[in-house]
């Protein structure tokens, strides 16, 4: 039996014990085996296929070029440290990334892209909810990846977020917005896969177009594998051409 692509999850500090498991449940589904990264715990891409950034915390606008923050932000200096560098360095090496609320504005900030650290103000004509069921009504947009993977019809999620993704980072195309005009999901135009979700949709298991963004990021991963099992084979062969 083919072992399952080993995914690494990285988590909030006060909410990755209720989070990681939602997550590593979805990805068993779709085949692949979760395992919980965050600071403090060994990061190391060479024992991993690919990678989902969690939700949680805020980012800090010094990420982005920003000086002043809004007072209720809550704020993790080091786990922005860490999944910036762990971003940069799986795209570098072609290995898929999913990021999930959090996760989708540290894809897009870690390309050098910018957040609106209060996306209400700036979307006025936006649903505000908050709330893990599926109450906010988003739009796929067509010839996407995520349309490939979700279909194109309006799609309904949660929402537990403040901030949102405002200038698009290196290689980002938006994927999805709401009605009120506020990106709801990007991903990267070229290969590695990298998607971004706004929402939750680790909450939304029961949902199979939810399941299926799990779903594509496993089998990029275990394509990824795949690929790289072949070329350590080529250059063993090159190295021994009698073996």
Not at 86 to 114: E, F, H, S, W, Y
């Amino acid at each position: 039996m083919t072992p399952r692509p080993r995914i690494a999850v990285t988590t909030s500090k006060r909410s990755g014990w209720r989070i990681f498991p939602l997550v590593a449940l979805n990805l068993w589904l779709a085949g692949g085996r979760a395992v919980r990264w965050g600071t403090g715990r060994n990061a190391d891409l060479d024992c991993v296929d690919g990678l989902v950034i969690g939700g949680g915390d805020d980012i800090s606008p010094h990420l982005y070029g920003m000086m002043q923050m809004v007072a209720a932000a809550r704020l993790d200096p080091a786990r922005d440290a860490l999944e910036r560098d762990l971003i940069k360095a799986a795209i570098a090496r072609d290995m898929p990334v999913l990021g999930i609320c959090r996760g989708a504005q540290m894809i897009n900030v870690a390309l050098g892209g910018t957040l609106h650290q209060n996306a209400y103000e700036v979307h006025a004509g936006s649903d505000r909810h908050w709330t893990i069921l599926p109450r906010k009504q988003v739009n796929v947009c067509p010839r996407t990846r995520l349309a490939a993977i979700a279909g194109t019809d309006k799609m309904r999620v949660n929402a537990l977020h403040s901030q949102a993704i405002d200038r698009l980072g290196r290689d980002l195309c938006i994927a999805a917005h709401d009605r009120g005009g506020m990106i709801q999901a990007v991903e990267r135009t070229r290969d590695p896969f990298a998607l971004g979700v706004q929402w939750h949709p680790e909450h939304l298991v029961y949902a199979r177009r939810q399941r299926a963004i799990f779903a594509a990021l496993v089998a990029a991963a275990r394509a990824g594998r795949t690929q790289s099992v072949q070329l350590r084979a080529v250059d063993a062969l090159a190295q021994d051409p009698t073996s």
